[in-house]
């Protein structure tokens, strides 16, 4: 029998050209998963699956059609689905009093009704397996509020109690739904930040200097890591969980 923890597993990953999303995939696909890879920017979607072996699809998690439609393709394909990583995610930092209602209503489609799409199909898909894990991106933001973060604060808050009812809903089915809380992890989503700043390696110091751990994490390895122990028969008792992974960011006053 195979050691590696996901060996054979099918595993269907959203936003997954880059970032925690591709980070992930690189960590599922040392443990023998078999990867069905997502995103809206199929150039580095393409490449990312070429890389690890895996299938490509162009998928926009708004889309219900296209959720159907991938369901239905991997059934064919891969006669099952065992993890679905529901990770696609934008990040938009506004003040709440000039923050318009079309940008809100773009974070909460793509974060939250995003999120709730890929739940509602892969729950239809794993119901007639009687298994299967869900594993959705919140954020440390889900947990707190954030300056400038209304509309992600308010999307994430969703995913996690999300989350909590699929949770409730499918544990007698053996299905598993928990959600991850991110602290600060080096990927594009924050490149808009570090654009902005007149010294972006100060900046980064200064992040990492404000964090208990001393420094910002790493996708593959940090969250990676997370995201494999929930979709793996280890974590087959937890379910409902919120996970947090952010170096102590929320554990408490300095
Ligand atoms: P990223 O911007 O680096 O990557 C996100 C990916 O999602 C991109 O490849 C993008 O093309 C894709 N995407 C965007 N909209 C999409 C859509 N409508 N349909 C399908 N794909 C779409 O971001 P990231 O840092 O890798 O974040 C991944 C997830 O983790 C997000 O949900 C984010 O909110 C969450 N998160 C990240 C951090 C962090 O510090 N990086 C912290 C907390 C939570």
Redesign the pocket.
């Known amino acids: 029998m195979s050691s590696l923890r996901l060996a054979d597993k099918v595993v269907l990953i959203?936003?997954a050209?880059?970032?925690?999303?591709r980070g992930i995939a690189e960590r599922f696909a040392k443990e023998g998963a078999r990867l069905w890879l997502?995103?809206?920017?199929s150039t580095?979607g393409e490449a990312t699956a070429h890389e690890l072996d895996g299938e490509f699809r162009s998928?926009?998690?708004?889309d219900e059609a296209s959720w159907e439609q991938l369901m239905a393709e991997i059934v064919e394909h891969a006669g099952r689905l065992d993890a679905l990583v529901n990770?696609?995610?934008?990040?938009i930092n506004h003040p709440v009093e000039e923050t318009p209602v079309a940008e809100w209503q773009r974070v909460l489609d793509?974060?939250l009704t995003?999120v709730f799409l890929g739940c509602k199909h892969a729950v239809r898909t794993m119901t007639p397996q009687s298994r299967g894990s869900i594993i959705n991106?919140?954020?440390?933001?889900g947990l707190r509020g954030q300056r400038g973060g209304a509309a992600y604060s308010a999307s994430?808050g969703g995913v996690r109690l999300l989350t909590k009812s699929v949770a409730l809903e499918t544990a007698h089915r053996g299905i598993r739904c928990n959600s991850i809380h991110?602290?600060?992890?080096k990927?594009?989503?924050?490149d808009p930040i570090f654009e902005r700043a007149d010294d972006p390696a100060a900046l980064e110091q200064a992040l990492a200097a404000s964090l208990p751990i001393g420094y910002l994490g790493d996708?593959a390895t940090d969250i990676g890591n997370a995201a494999l122990y929930l979709a793996s028969d280890e974590s087959r008792y937890v379910t409902g969980t919120e996970l947090v992974v952010d170096g102590g960011m929320t554990t408490g006053l300095p």
Not at 59 to 62: A, Q
């Open positions: 959203t936003g050209a880059k970032g925690l999303g997502t995103d809206v920017d580095d998928h926009d998690v708004r990770n696609a995610g934008i990040f793509v974060n995003g991106l919140s954020s440390v933001t994430k991110p602290g600060i992890i990927t594009p989503i924050l996708p």
